[in-house]
Antibody
Framework: EVQLVESGGGLVQPGRSLRLSCVAS????????MQWVRQGPGKGLEWVSG????????GYADSVKGRFTISRDNAKNSLYLQMNSLRHEDTAFYYC????????????WGQGTLVTVFS | EIVMTQSPATLSMSPGERVTLSCRAS??????LAWYQKKPGQAPRLLIY???TRATGIPARFSGSGSGTEFTLTISSLQSEDFAVYYC????????FGQGTKVEIK
């Protein structure tokens, strides 16, 4: 059974940083691309970032480009999202997802971790 | 930037009814379209990819069609567990979601 478990969310002030982690199990991690997708309060889904199996292809939404960095450690079956210069509008549930490609559809999802940016 | 537009925003339906959700892309995306179901407090669930291929474990009452710029998700007979928000997503370029269609109980 595929399991994706996110962690690292919490309360943070604007301008500060946070690092999200996602630990994967139940599948061969380095066979798959991975993504982060978020949903803000009362908002729709927003694709944030994606990374290919070998980190050779990486993409970001315009809203986070230059502030967020996606990475992975295949030896640890882990995906990361380094979030810098956080803004109020980054407040959301952040989901880790197994994907068909860095910029493709996402077939398996974690339960999410909540990031709240507050003054 | 490809913009995805879903219609309608909300559908009020009764169990057993046939439901049709629409999704339009601002430019051609071939068949690079997925549909997801999202319920409050739950992770999104992939329903359809490649515009018309059901994901593993998805019931046959869910079907997708379309190509280019016009796409449709059909639920042939609405079940109680199908009341949710549905999102289309293009992945012809870096992925982008539509704003969602809420299917609510009438």
């Amino acid at each position: 059974e595929v399991q994706l478990v996110e962690s690292g969310g919490g309360l943070v002030q604007p301008g500060r940083s946070l690092r999200l982690s996602c630990v994967a199990s139940g599948f061969t991690f380095d066979d798959y691309a991975m993504q982060w997708v978020r949903q803000g309060p009362g908002k729709g889904l927003e694709w944030v970032s994606g990374i290919s199996w070998d980190s050779g292809a990486i993409g970001y939404a315009d809203s986070v480009k230059g502030r967020f960095t996606i990475s992975r450690d295949n030896a640890k079956n882990s995906l990361y999202l380094q979030m810098n210069s956080l803004r109020h509008e980054d407040t959301a549930f952040y989901y880790c997802a197994q994907a068909n490609g860095a910029g493709s559809y996402a077939s398996q999802w974690g339960q999410g971790t909540l990031v709240t940016v507050f003054s | 930037e490809i913009v995805m537009t879903q219609s309608p925003a909300t559908l009020s339906m009764s169990p057993g009814e046939r439901v049709t959700l629409s999704c339009r892309a601002s430019e051609s995306i071939s068949s690079h379209l997925a549909w997801y179901q999202k319920k409050p407090g739950q992770a999104p669930r992939l329903l359809i990819y490649g515009a018309s291929t059901r994901a593993t474990g998805i019931p046959a009452r869910f079907s997708g069609s379309g190509s280019g710029t016009e796409f449709t998700l059909t639920i042939s007979s609405l079940q109680s567990e199908d009341f949710a928000v549905y999102y289309c997503q293009q992945y012809n370029n870096w992925p982008r979601f539509g704003q969602g269609t809420k299917v609510e109980i009438k």
